[in-house]
């Protein structure tokens, strides 16, 4: 399976706590729901699109709580999002979640070398292995070179605090963007699919004069 990380964030890349205020104050964080403006058919459908391509979901342990706190509510048969969630394996990487606290069935709780489990499933057939919010589960996977595309919606808002996708400390990384299933949507939200091009290492360069004209030079 390919491993995709698939998330909302802001125009400083602000990830933190975008459905609700009190969906993660950790840290302070008092300014969530800063999403739920914006939100439209739009951005549904795009997310809807998003969750077609699963075929199972990998979290942390905060997003595995908050979500599956909610979505086992949802019952209506038609709803992709909620039929997906509700019956597709699921992935919990925890070393404090307990078997019998992993009850949104089918769920499996990962313990140990993240990574080598991890790089484990997505040996599993099938599509996609997605995850959903999970920052820190986010950044042990890009460190590590394991996620293979990023999908983001991107909203005209500037959070100014809280966790962001790339924080600093980061591996630097380069990307492709994917044009074909990349698109500005009404009301201003971007919808990016970004495949990883190189990690570790980004290209530079220089503006340079020569003989009167300015050239571009590239490392």
Known sequence: MLLSVNTFVS???????????????????????WLVPYASAHTNAVVESWF???????????????LGGYWPKVTEPDHLIAAKL??????VVSSTVT????????????????????????????????VHGSWKLVQTLHQAGLVDVYRLLQYPVVVGTGKRLFPDGSTPAAFATAIESSSVLPGGMVSLTL???????ISAGAYTVDEGRSTTVLN
């Open 11 to 33: 125009l400083d890349g602000v990830m933190q706590g975008p459905g609700a205020p009190d969906e993660d104050r950790s840290d302070g964080f008092d300014r969530g729901g």
């Open 52 to 66: 077609r391509e699963a075929d199972a979901f990998l979290f942390g342990r905060t997003s595995y709580r908050l």
């Open 86 to 91: 509700n019956t597709l394996p699921k992935y």
């Open 99 to 130: 078997d019998e606290e992993a009850d949104w069935s089918p769920t499996t709780v990962l313990r140990g070398d993240v990574v080598d489990q991890v790089s484990r499933l997505k040996q599993l057939p099938g599509k996609e292995l997605q």
């Open 195 to 201: 495949n990883p091009a190189g990690l570790g290492t």
